[in-house]
């Protein structure tokens, strides 16, 4: 049996839910002849300890003791302002890390974080999970096969039920920056191409709380790529149907979406139709158990040697920037370049 630890720092809700995933891990690694351990870490001390204790979890005092205890790997689960330390600690001490996305606040605090991970030759997988969910996953394999023809049209869709938390939404950068930077990724990873050009609106309609920390509670972003394809990609805090995550592929011999199935969060206004019948997704966290688990998963291959890199920060970078783009166009009302976003 080979024993790995990890050690994850903060403890939060994406926190917890990694330390539960990592916890479960065993389940199914056990049969490779893995055992996962865990440690972990958080300010908030207390919370910690018990989280760790109904884990069977290690608690330690600080991120210095989590990386003096010889650990194989960092997860880090903590505020974006805090990640590109983080990231930085966990390089210098010559373990693979896990870190939630985004890199850094914005494109332009990232790119130093970038050449300290270069320069010190670091693994740093970024968590963009939706590149291991299955229907994105098909939607690749379908594309790539030539099923699709050439994409037309991409339409993504990511709405929450309610909004997270005011206190939140004043740190979190914007909602193309936490929300809708998933959806970037992913048009990258899916088509393999780039977006160059953003065009992007926003509205208040919810509570006047997040207009007033500057964010919108409703956006919308024309993309364009690199070789003309066109898309859309629309975000929303107030999806009181459920936690709506979709993308829609158009293409010359063919379409699919993902995210269709009986938990969708929509109704058909058509008579006679009762799909979907399941009951709607309410969090980011159902709708993407799966591919949360899998994603540690991976970091844990990863770790001992036995992939490549999923998600690397530069990928991770890359929909920064268009994220950094569409939070420029927001702001001035104009199609903004991508290259041409500011601070790059």
């Given at each position: ?40 870490t958080?300010v ?42 983080l990231?930085?600690?966990g ?16 494109v ?23 590149r ?42 914007g ?60 975000a ?28 969708a ?80």
């Amino acid at each position: 049996m080979k024993d790995i630890t990890l050690g994850l720092v903060g403890v939060g809700r994406i926190g917890v839910m990694h330390a539960n995933n990592i916890a479960a891990l065993n389940g199914v690694l056990h049969l490779q002849g893995i055992n996962v351990r865990l440690r972990l870490t958080d300010v908030a001390a207390e919370h910690a300890r018990a989280v760790a204790a109904g884990l069977g979890a290690e608690f330690l005092p600080s991120v210095e003791a989590l990386l003096g205890s010889a650990i194989d790997g960092l997860v880090v689960a903590t505020g974006t302002g805090t990640h590109p330390e983080l990231i930085r600690a966990g390089v210098d001490a010559g373990i693979p890390v896990f870190c939630e996305k985004p890199v850094a606040l914005n494109v332009a605090e990232s790119l130093p974080v970038l050449d300290y991970i270069r320069a010190n030759k670091g693994t740093v997988q970024i968590g963009h999970q939706r590149r291991f969910d299955a229907g994105y996953l098909e939607a690749k394999r379908a594309y790539e096969g030539g099923e699709l023809g050439w994409i037309h049209s991409l339409r993504a869709v990511t709405c929450d039920m309610v909004p997270p938390p005011v206190e939140f939404l004043a740190t979190s950068g914007g909602l193309f920056r936490d929300c809708s930077v998933h959806d970037f990724d992913i048009l990258r990873w899916l088509t393999g191409r780039e977006i160059v050009e953003v065009y992007a609106k926003g509205s208040n309609k919810g509570d006047p709380a997040i207009g007033g920390v500057g964010d919108v509670d409703t956006a919308l972003a024309v993309v364009t790529f690199d070789d003309g394809t066109l898309g859309s990609v629309g975000a929303s805090r107030y999806n009181g149907a459920g936690h709506d995550v979709r993308l829609e592929i158009q293409g010359s011999a063919g379409s699919l979406m993902v995210g269709l199935d009986e938990k969708a969060a929509l109704a058909s206004a058509e008579p006679g139709v009762g799909f979907p019948s399941g009951a709607s997704h309410r969090t980011f966290a159902e709708r993407f158990d799966q591919a949360y688990r899998s994603e540690m998963a991976a970091f844990v291959e990863l770790v001992l040697g036995q992939r490549d890199n999923p998600c690397t920060p530069e990928d991770a970078v890359a929909a920064s920037r268009v994220a950094d783009a569409a939070q420029e166009s927001l702001e001035t009302g104009l199609a903004v370049r991508v290259a041409a976003a500011v601070n790059i």
